[in-house]
């Protein structure tokens, strides 16, 4: 049976399905600090998660926590260190996956959140915090991203986290994951692993700001089963980080 | 050891110069010494340098009021919101005035303030290649490896004039108990000429003796010591206090204008001469709230020799 789920709530779930079981993910907010509990819950329970304030958790918070910082994300950590004790456990190859997001986009999985001159104007974004490290460090990224043509550049005006180049040492982008499909970027260009249900190649090329190749025979993202839902509603039960206007299915 | 308690407005008055270096926000988004911020703010402090990961808030305050000549971190803005809009307008309009921006990664600011407290010119790393952070970067330089290895980055070293740090206790000499997420903390209260520790409370020297494990910063480093509870909210404080939603939504929105930044500035800050007078403002039932009254005790701990 199928119920009710968000647009987010399948981003959530595709977040955890990028997590493998034994292994050491650099967690972000928002949606991946859900999929990373919601992996935890169902086929990785022995994941472990490292946050870049120094938090070092193997179960999720008990309670819903807005930042890494908040007072629930403490309770129960295995660790509380520094951040520079993360750092290095990230830059000694200890991290196979890490998540991380952006403002824009480019078919290398270069992520800009810097500053951009798009709409014409320079508009000044917060800056790289912790995700310039995980591009350059982790065993592999995951990128989440709103799926806007302003967002999806041939090139973009800054990279702050960078993406696939020649040289690299370890890493770079595996997976994208928008608000319209699941993406694979792992030879260097975006080649569609599987669109959400509902939504056609012809949306996604509208909604991507460079040629992108869409095999007809591109599988439909797989939906949330009941049990995830249920564990995405119990972790956010207001849906700050996962409701939204689309409800599909 | 000497007495170093000090009201706020003096560790302000004393210890915080124009033109000055100032690490604060350290541990990411707790424990955010907002009291401070907005004493230096009152007090018109010109021409600091803000250094930090990321900041929460605290530097678009900041940079919104004028009192921001450069600012060294990784990330600014709010994180319940996105952007700050005073970083913004100063980044891109130069109001109330130009800032110039320093950028960095999280692990890049704090190789920075590590290489300092270690006493060193600069750390080696592989964070940031291939990205544009580091191209033509003031203090990012590529580095050979002496051993044969690949190239390398190294960061400078970056020693603040002064460190604020808010932590749960401290005895009156200053040693100083944190615990929960550290963040930079420790590298940059080590890191800088002067530190301002702002506690809780302040407890006898016996307690901070009994596990002296949990003492982050030793009190020879400290150069002022403020007993000012709810220093950091509307940010978390571990057993202390719970984060404070709302005002960092509100600011959001407020800041959007220079007018609104203004009206929240007069109402939050200007208006206020300290502290205690801004938690009577925030009302006895909001703080009550905010106030963690459970008890998750850590296990002792056997020191006995």
Redesign the interface.
């Given at each position: 049976m199928t119920s009710r789920y968000t647009r987010r709530e399948l981003m959530v779930v595709a977040a955890a399905r990028e997590i493998r079981d034994h292994e050491v993910v650099f967690v972000g907010m928002r949606l991946p600090l859900l999929g990373f509990g919601l992996a935890k819950a169902t086929h990785a329970p022995d994941a472990v998660g490292l946050f870049e304030n120094g938090v070092i958790r193997d179960r999720p918070a008990e309670a819903f926590i807005y930042t890494m910082g908040d007072p629930p994300n403490i309770v129960g950590a295995v660790a509380c260190l520094g951040l520079l004790d993360v750092m290095s456990l990230l830059q000694q190859g200890r991290v196979d996956v890490g998540f991380i997001g952006g403002a824009e986009v480019d078919p290398l999985g270069n992520l800009n959140t810097t500053r951009t001159s798009s709409s014409g104007a320079l508009v000044r974004l917060p800056g790289s915090g912790g995700a310039g490290d995980i591009a350059s460090l982790a065993g592999r990224t995951v990128l989440i991203m709103e799926h806007q043509p302003r967002r999806f550049r041939e090139r973009v005006d800054y990279v702050t986290s960078p993406g696939h180049f020649p040289g690299r040492r370890r890493g770079g982008p595996a997976t994208l994951i928008t608000t319209l499909g699941v993406f694979d970027l792992s030879s260097g260009r975006v080649r569609a692993a599987s669109l959400h249900p509902g939504v056609t190649p012809q949306q996604v090329r509208e909604a991507t700001g460079f040629p992108i190749a869409i095999d007809d025979h591109t599988p439909a993202t797989a939906t949330p089963s009941a049990d995830e839902l249920a564990y995405i509603r119990h972790a956010d039960p207001e849906g700050f980080w996962t409701g939204d206007s689309m409800k599909t299915g | 050891m000497s007495d170093k308690r000090r009201s706020l407005r003096e560790a302000i008055a004393e210890q915080v110069h124009d033109g000055d270096t100032i690490a604060l926000g350290l541990?990411?988004?707790?424990?955010i010494p907002f009291a401070a911020v907005h004493e230096i703010i009152r007090q018109q402090r010109r021409d600091l340098t803000l250094v930090g990961?990321?900041s929460?808030m605290a530097f678009d305050q900041m940079i919104a009021a004028g009192t921001v000549a450069k600012v060294i971190?990784?990330?600014?803005?709010n994180?319940?919101g996105?952007?700050?809009y005073g970083?913004?307008r100063a980044?891109?309009q130069g109001q109330p005035r130009r800032i110039v921006?320093e950028?960095?990664?999280?692990?890049?600011v704090?190789?920075a303030l590590?290489a300092a407290a270690m006493g060193l010119p600069f750390l080696p790393?592989?964070?940031?290649?291939?990205?544009?952070?580091v191209r033509g970067h003031p203090r990012i330089r590529p580095v050979d490896d002496p051993f044969g290895g690949?190239t390398l980055l190294a960061v400078g070293a970056l020693r603040p004039d002064i460190a604020i740090v808010h932590v749960q206790r401290a005895d009156p000499q200053g040693n100083a108990h944190l615990?929960?997420?550290?963040?930079?903390?420790?590298?940059a209260a080590y890191a800088a000429r002067r530190t301002i520790v702002i506690c809780e409370e302040v407890v006898p020297e016996a307690v901070i003796r009994s596990d002296p494990n949990r003492t982050v910063i030793p009190g020879f480093l400290v150069t002022a010591l403020v007993e000012e509870p709810g220093g950091a909210l509307p940010?978390?404080v571990?057993?202390y206090w719970?984060?404070d939603?709302a005002p960092f939504l509100a600011y959001h929105q407020l800041s959007r204008t220079l007018d609104g930044f203004q009206s929240w500035l007069r109402e939050w800050v200007l208006d206020l001469p300290d502290r205690p007078a801004y938690l009577r403002h925030m009302g006895e039932a909001a703080v009550e709230r905010l106030r963690?009254t459970d008890r998750?005790l850590a296990a002792e701990a056997n020191f006995a020799p």
């Open positions: - | 541990a990411l988004e707790s424990g990961p990321i929460d971190a990784a990330w600014v803005g994180v319940a996105g952007s700050g970083f913004r980044y891109e921006m950028d960095h990664s999280n692990f890049s704090g190789l590590k790393t592989f964070t940031g290649l291939g990205g544009d952070i690949p615990w929960g997420n550290l963040g930079l903390t420790v590298e940010s978390s571990q057993g719970r984060r939603f963690v998750r």
